[in-house]
């Protein structure tokens, strides 16, 4: 009887850990789709689920900008960004290199502009959830695995 439990639960452990691997699990029970739910919070300010160009702007180069430069290091960004989504380090260095598209260590309008385009993949000028949620799996797909 206590050899089939411990087999059941390690049958139930092996499938939680396979299953948090295709649900994107970031550690903590951080989900991808957890992290867009609250970057829509803080970031859509007119509530209409879409991300226009000025507010993409605002949350990413005004709220994580700290000393007024109007651009974002990498220190900052990784900063703001475990404070305000998750403390996955690894993935949010991934997430600043995937922003910062000339590669010179820094964000500023110009990269989050080219970004913006990139992302909005039908468009419309707007950033909807999905094309959002489109890009973080595509940079999650990039961690290499441990
Ligand atoms: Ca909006
Ligand atoms: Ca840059
Ligand atoms: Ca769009």
Redesign the pocket.
């Known amino acids: 009887m206590y050899t089939q439990r411990v087999y059941l639960l390690s049958l139930f452990l092996g499938l939680a850990l396979s299953a948090t691997h295709h649900n994107h699990n970031l550690g903590g029970g951080t989900l991808i789709t957890d992290i867009v739910d609250r970057l829509w919070i803080n970031a859509d300010i007119n509530d209409d689920s879409e991300l226009s160009e000025p507010e993409f702007l605002r949350e990413f180069i005004d709220n994580f900008d700290r000393d007024g430069q109007h651009t974002v290091s990498e220190t900052e960004f990784i900063h703001q960004w475990s404070h305000s989504y998750h403390e996955h380090k690894d993935f949010t260095q991934l997430v600043f290199q995937h922003f910062?598209?000339?590669?010179?260590?820094?964000?500023?309008e110009s990269?989050l502009h080219r970004l913006f385009n990139h992302m909005d993949l039908n468009a419309d000028t707007q950033i909807s959830k999905a094309e959002f949620t489109t890009m973080m799996a595509y940079v999650f797909g990039r961690l290499p695995y441990e």
Do not use: A, C, R
């Not at 910062?100 to 500023?108: A, Q, S």
């Open positions: 910062d598209l000339d590669g010179d260590g820094t964000l500023t990269d």
